[in-house]
Every structure is written in C-alpha cells, then in structure tokens.
C-alpha cells in the first residue's frame, strides 16, 4: 500500500513537471507573441502616418499641376491681383476720412 502511494505520487510530481514546463514554454510563447503584436501595432500606426503624408503630398501634387497656368493666364492672373490690390487700397483711402 504504501508503494502504491509512492508511486502515484511520484507519477502526480512528474506530470506537475511536465505541466509547469509546458505552461512556462506557453507563457513563454505568449509573452513573445505579445511583443510582436505591440511591435506591429506601432508599425502600423508608423505606416499610417506615413501614407497620410504621401496622401497630402499627391492631393498637394495634383492641385499644383492643375494651377499651374500658361504665360498668359499668369500675366492675367497678375494684372487681376494688381487691380484687386487697387480696389483695396482704394477702400482704405476712403475708410481714413
């Protein structure tokens, strides 16, 4: 009876071994597993900046090329600011008296 006892316990202590080293194997594993998602996470939001400048810089891109003028838009462009620029300087005169 009493190597009975024996042995069971002795199978009960080695599968306890065996079930605390595979836990800490898991654990070991989860812990990796978490670092890696943080560090894909914040990979993430890097990237998610980044497209978000390129995005800015293509919308910036396109407005650019479809402003740009010819010489002569730019020369009407110039002479509407130079006349507007009139206009408002007339409006100042006429607002000091």
């Known amino acids: 009876m009493a190597a009975d006892l024996q042995q069971q316990i002795e199978r ?3 599968k306890s071994r065996v ?6 194997a898991l654990r070991r594993s989860y ?13 993430i939001i890097a990237r998610d900046g980044d497209l978000e400048k390129l995005r800015l810089q293509v919308e910036y891109l396109t407005v650019a ?3 740009r003028h ?3 838009d730019l020369a009407a462009t ?10 408002i300087d007339s409006c100042i005169e006429d607002l000091k008296e």
Do not use: F, M, P, W
């Open 12 to 14: 009960v202590r080695a």
């Open 19 to 24: 079930l605390s080293e595979k836990y800490l």
């Open 31 to 43: 812990d990796e597993l978490r670092n890696e998602n943080t560090d894909l996470k914040a990979q």
């Open 65 to 67: 090329s479809t402003v």
């Open 70 to 72: 010819s010489q002569g």
């Open 78 to 87: 110039r002479a509407t600011i130079a006349e507007l620029i009139r206009e």
